[in-house]
C-alpha cells in the first residue's frame, strides 16, 4: 500500500524538471550573449601578378650541334718515287699556311726523261732541216724534168723522136714528182712527230711540278701519312687537313618550332632570312659567335625526329682570344640560336599559360579563368595570340586552392616583369629570381616571403644550368638560361 510521502516524492521528481524547463524557455533571451569580437573573417589569398603591356619581342629558338669545317683535304701523291723534303713540324694539329711547302717527291727520273724528249724534239728540228734541203734538190730536179717533157713533147707533135723516148721522159718527171711528194709527207710526219713530243714534255713537266705538294688554304693537320725518306706510290695519302676559313654547325631544332618563327619573321620569309648566333656555355661566362643561315639540312633525324639548320661561321680562328673565346674546333658540340626581327608583342611567362587556359584578377578582384591561345614559344615565355589583351592583370603565381570567383590580393611583381622584358629582348634575365615560379599557399599574410624562400633554389638551378652543357637528347627543348628546360613544347 503506497504511504502518502512516496506519493508526495513522486510527485517532486517530475515536477522538478519541468519547472526548470519552463524556466529556461522563458529566460532563453536574457540568456543571449553578443558574439566574441577575436573571431577574424578570412582574408583574401595573395598572389603575385603582372599587368599586361606590350613589350619589344625577338622571337628566338634554340638548337644543338657539332662544328664540322667547311673546307677538307687530303694530300695524295700523284707521282711515285721518294720523299725527299718534308715541312717542318708537320703533324697532327699544326697550322699551314696557304701555299707552303709540304712534301716534295725525287723527281730525277722525270727530269731524265724530259731532258730525252728535249733531245727528240732537238733531233726532230734537225731532220726537218735536212728534209727541207732535199725538197729544195729534189723541187730542182723535178723542174728539169718537166722542161725535159715538154720538149719532148713537141718533138714527138713533130714526128722528130720516138714514142719510147717520149714515155721515157715522161717517168723520168714521176719519178721527180714522187720524191718531191715524199720529202713534203716528211715533214708533215716530222711536225707531227714534235706534237707528240711536245705533249709528252708538258705532261712531265706537270708531273715535276706535282712532285712539290703545297697547301691549298690555310689548314689545320688532322693526321700525318707519310714521312721523309718513304717511297710512295700514285694515289697514295700523304696527309689531311681542315680549313681554317669557316665551320658549319648543323644544328638539330624540335619539329615545328621553324616555322611559327618564320610566321613572325614576316610573309614570305626563309631560313636564310633568320639571323643566327652560336653560342657556348662555360662555367663562369657564355662566349657567342656571329653566324649565318647557309640551308636547311638534309633529312629528318629519325631518333630525335628534329629538323637541322646548317649556320656558318667565317674566320673563327681569327675570331678566338686567348682566355676569352676559344676557336672552333671540329666535334666542339655548340648552341645555335636562330632569331626573327623584333616585334612588339604580348609577351606572359609561358608556365602562366601552359595549360591553355589562365588566370587573371577581375576589376572586383576576384579570380577568372580564361582559354589562352599562343602563337610562339621561346624558352620560358609565350606569345599570346587570343585570350588576353593589354591591362590585363595575369596571375604568375599558382595558389594552392583556385576556385573562380574567390577573392584574392594581387600583389604586382615588377621585377618578373623587368625579367620579361630583357629575355623578351634575348637576354637570360638572370639578374633577378623568377618570382612567379613558386606556389603561394592560401592563409598567407605576406607573398613575398613565400616567394623569398625560393630565391635560393632558383639561384641554385640558374648556376647549375650556367655550368653544364646541355645534353644532345634536348636538342632545342631548353632555353638558354636554363629555367625553362622541356617547355616549349608547342608545335
Known sequence: ???????????????????????????????????????????????????????????????????????????????????????????????????????????????????????????????????????????????????????????????????????????????????????????????????????????????????????????????????????????????????????????????????????????????????????????????????QVERMGEAIDERTQSAPVVVRVTEPLAQSKAGERPPLRRNMFVEVVLSAPKRAALVVPFEAVQSGTALVVSAEGTLEKRPVTTSFVSGDLAVVAKGLAAGDVLVITDPTIAVPGMAVKPVEDEARKAQIAAEALGGSGSGAAKTGAGKSGAGKSDATKTDATKTDATKTDAAKADGAAPAPTKTGTGTGNGSGAGKGTTP
Open 1 to 291: 500500500m503506497t504511504t502518502p510521502g512516496e506519493v508526495i516524492r513522486r510527485l517532486l521528481m517530475v515536477a522538478a524538471p519541468a519547472a526548470l524547463g519552463v524556466a529556461a524557455v522563458l529566460y532563453a533571451g536574457e540568456l543571449k550573449q553578443p558574439p566574441d569580437g577575436s573571431a577574424k573573417v578570412p582574408q583574401a589569398a595573395p598572389v603575385r601578378v603582372i599587368t599586361l603591356a606590350p613589350v619589344d619581342l625577338v622571337p628566338q629558338v634554340r638548337g644543338y650541334g657539332t662544328v664540322v669545317p667547311v673546307h677538307e683535304w687530303k694530300a695524295v701523291a700523284r707521282v711515285e718515287g721518294e720523299i725527299v723534303e718534308i715541312a717542318r713540324p708537320l703533324g697532327a694539329g699544326d697550322l699551314v699556311r696557304a701555299g707552303t711547302p709540304l712534301f716534295r717527291i725525287d723527281d730525277t727520273d722525270l727530269k731524265l726523261d724530259l731532258a730525252n724528249i728535249d733531245a727528240q724534239l732537238a733531233a726532230s728540228k734537225v731532220k726537218d732541216a735536212t728534209v727541207e734541203d732535199s725538197l729544195a734538190l729534189a723541187r730542182s730536179d723535178l723542174a728539169l724534168a718537166q722542161a725535159d717533157l715538154k720538149r719532148q713533147e713537141q718533138l714527138a707533135g713533130q714526128k722528130v723522136v720516138t714514142q719510147s723516148a717520149l714515155e721515157t721522159s715522161r717517168r723520168q718527171e714521176l719519178t721527180a714528182r714522187t720524191k718531191v711528194t715524199e720529202l713534203q709527207s716528211q715533214i708533215t710526219l716530222n711536225a707531227a712527230e714534235r706534237d707528240v713530243l711536245v705533249t709528252q714534255r708538258a705532261s712531265l713537266e706537270r708531273a715535276i711540278a706535282l712532285a712539290e705538294i703545297r697547301a691549298p688554304f690555310d689548314l689545320r693537320v688532322t693526321s700525318l701519312d707519310a714521312d721523309l725518306g718513304q717511297y710512295v706510290a700514285r694515289g697514295q695519302s700523304l696527309m689531311s687537313g681542315e680549313g681554317l676559313a669557316a665551320v658549319d654547325i648543323s644544328a638539330q631544332f624540335p619539329i615545328g618550332r621553324i616555322g611559327p618563327l618564320l610566321r613572325l619573321a614576316g610573309e614570305g620569309a626563309a631560313v636564310t632570312d633568320l639571323k643566327a648566333k652560336v653560342m657556348m656555355t662555360e662555367p663562369e661566362k657564355t662566349v657567342s659567335w656571329a653566324a
